[in-house]
């Protein structure tokens, strides 16, 4: 497929959802981390420098990995992500990078803000509310039963319905 029409109105570093199967453009690269020399792709480098990693020293630079991620609009000091202070660096998670574009957040699933209905059979009206914190389990509406959480079952990830796309960076003008 020819990306070249997208020169006109797409700038160097941005990213596009892409629903090829594969990438002939050399002005277009798959966000999968690879390294590149920063005279290679010196546009590019210009707009991500060492934010996906790489050193001064070598002259080399990545760029992102998307691979398997939701992008997510920087929070850039709105409030709308409550933890955009402790979002990480995509080169090293140790280290906080902060409210910044390329850090990263692993998964993170919030507290309900309605307790849970179950349908309990016996239990006086067949309904008890789950509550969100709990060690060794769920204790009733009066206090005084204790249910055991779930311990098994379950999916791997909290995740929307989703397709796979592959997602790009323009890497040359």
């Known amino acids: 497929m020819d990306l070249s029409t997208t020169n006109d109105f797409m700038t160097v570093g941005a990213v596009a959802a892409y629903g090829g199967l594969t990438v002939d453009d050399g002005s277009w690269l ?5 390294e590149f020399a920063t005279e290679e792709l010196p546009e590019l480098f210009a707009v991500i420098g060492y934010t996906y990693g790489g050193s001064n020293e070598t002259k080399r630079f990545r760029i992102p990995d ?5 992008l997510r609009g920087a929070s850039l000091s709105s409030g ?3 933890d955009a202070d402790d979002r990480r660096s995509p080169v090293d ?5 902060g409210d910044v574009v390329g850090s990263a957040q692993e998964f993170a699933t919030a507290l309900p803000n309605t307790p849970i209905i179950a349908s309990i059979p016996h239990y006086p009206d067949d309904t008890m509310g789950a509550h969100g914190i709990t060690s060794s389990g769920y204790a009733g509406e009066d206090g005084s039963d204790t249910y055991a959480t779930c311990t098994e079952g379950g999916d791997g990830d909290t995740r929307p319905a989703n397709v796979y796309v592959a997602f790009l960076i ?4």
Do not use: E, Q, T
């Open 80 to 82: 709308i992500d409550p």
């Open 93 to 97: 998670a140790s280290v906080v990078a």
């Open 170 to 173: 323009k890497a040359r003008g």
């Open 30 to 34: 798959v966000c999968d981390g690879r």
């Open 66 to 70: 998307y691979r398997g991620y939701f």
